[in-house]
């Protein structure tokens, strides 16, 4: 056998191998990856629902998430359909983030850098001030004062190498008390657990600041940027990365206590977890751009169930009843068992679903976005936007109005105030209580009761 046959059947061997090889991989990171979980590991039913926050009167919606865990759902509101609408206030711009609601006021951070109050019973605009930046965040309100982060033009596409901008705000007057710009930009809805401001950047960290001197306690280095808000819960602040990175925090010191990753994806790798983490039940449930929803344990970080939801996951978990709420990118309200992972229920809406579900008296609020992830290059739902109301046991659609892309609604103790596209609602209940019938649901209430 001459030396260049020999030659010729090394490289095919090669070839083959590297093909078998390559097989091998593909079949590795492509096979089904569901996980199911258990209610004997690490699952904590004393953990949720939290307790309402001091003060109700003053704070009843003070944060994105409503809680610090970002449970997304509110024990004390109960207010349903119908409803009539007591007024509406136009932003002049989208609205991606739901407004926080104290002391009779509600604050509107819209994207194009309008932050404004508005009087809860009038709609009357209190103050309203602008910056030269963009908004990708709710506000957060403690005590008096009113805090913003802001991102640099163009919006999500702005420069990565620039000093952020957080905003303190009276809450009453709308002056400007200080500015924080020593970290990297951010799009985080803010956090404040005791004297300590958390966020995370675009610069790849987690910062924490005092809120007494506005200066660094601590700056974290994560693997990538970040684009969600930090949830906390018993001495922790967990955050995801783009990096497809879990993250527990110490809350006092920064330190890391675990970190732990989503599934890798051929030939994507790791994907974004673009959407805050909700923590309850001593569980982080988490929805990743990958199209899958993950739940870690709270304390050791370990994967305790992973179950895909279509396309794409951009929403923050709803929980409430033992049940985590997820919306995708296929146009679907998903409801998982929160000990196990197990499907409950699935309702196909109209289009796409981006923003974060809500959870209020027995009910699942959503919007639709309706065009979000045509760009994308697996296959989402387009179609007409609006708000909607599912039965959140059930799945059943309650309750529909025809405005509404991102964000749903916050609440006080008269009204659920709902995010239009580029509109503030303020809807009152009615007092009738008839039940809709089981073909049409409630529709539109644009008049009085």
């Not at 796409?352 to 699942?364: F, K, R, Y």
Request: aromatic share 14%; charged share 20%; hydrophobic share 40%.
């Amino acid at each position: 056998m001459n030396r260049r046959l020999l030659a010729l059947l090394a490289v095919l061997a090669a070839v083959l191998l590297a093909g078998a090889a390559a097989g091998a991989w593909v079949w590795w990171e492509t096979r089904p990856q569901s996980k199911l979980g258990s209610a004997d590991v690490e699952f904590e039913t004393t953990q949720q629902p939290p307790p309402p926050p001091p003060k109700l009167a003053e704070l009843p919606w003070p944060m994105y998430g409503y809680d610090d865990e970002r449970t997304h759902f509110t024990p004390v509101h109960r207010h349903r359909p119908p409803f009539a609408v007591a007024w509406r206030v136009e932003a002049g711009d989208l609205i991606e983030f739901p407004a926080s609601v104290a002391d009779g006021r509600v604050f509107v951070a819209q994207e194009k850098g309008r932050f404004f109050a508005v009087d809860a019973d009038t709609g009357k605009i209190l103050w309203d001030r602008r910056y030269r930046n963009c908004a990708a965040s709710s506000p957060l309100v403690r005590g008096d004062v009113v805090y913003q982060s802001f991102l640099p033009w163009p919006c999500p596409y702005g420069p990565r190498d620039v000093p952020g901008l957080i905003v303190a705000v009276d809450a009453r007057t709308g002056k400007e008390l200080w500015r924080f710009r020593d970290s990297g930009p951010s799009e985080s809805s803010l956090l404040a657990v005791g004297n300590l401001l958390y966020f995370g950047s675009w610069d790849h960290k987690v910062y924490a600041i005092d809120l007494r001197t506005q200066r660094v306690r601590w700056a974290t280095e994560t693997d990538a940027e970040i684009d969600g808000s930090a949830a906390y819960s018993d001495g922790t602040v967990y955050i995801g990365t783009n990096g497809g990175s879990m993250y527990a925090l110490d809350a006092r010191t920064g330190a890391i206590r675990w970190r732990s990753t989503s599934y890798s994806h051929f030939p994507r790798g790791r994907e974004y977890f673009y959407a805050t983490p909700t923590v309850a039940y001593g569980r982080v449930f988490a929805g990743n751009t990958d199209g899958w929803v993950y739940a870690y344990g709270a304390r050791t970080g370990h994967l305790l169930w992973a179950q895909q939801a279509g396309p794409y996951v951009y929403t923050a978990p709803a929980v409430w009843n033992q049940t985590v709420y997820v919306g995708s990118y296929d146009g679907k309200v998903y409801a998982f068992d929160a000990a196990t992972g197990g499907l409950r229920w699935s309702y196909e809406a109209s289009g796409s679903i981006h923003g974060a579900p809500t959870v209020m008296d027995g009910l699942v609020y959503f919007s639709v976005c309706g065009t979000c992830g045509r760009r994308g290059v697996r296959d989402t739902k387009e179609g007409r936007p609006g708000t909607f109301a599912l039965d959140a046991r059930s799945g059943k659609l309650v309750w529909t109005f025809w405005d509404g892309r991102y964000s749903p609604v916050v609440a006080d103790a008269k009204h659920v105030y709902l995010m239009g596209k580029s509109r503030v609602w303020a809807l009152a209940p009615c007092p009738s209580r008839r039940s809709p019938s089981r073909t049409e649901p409630y529709r539109n209430v644009l008049k009085r009761c």
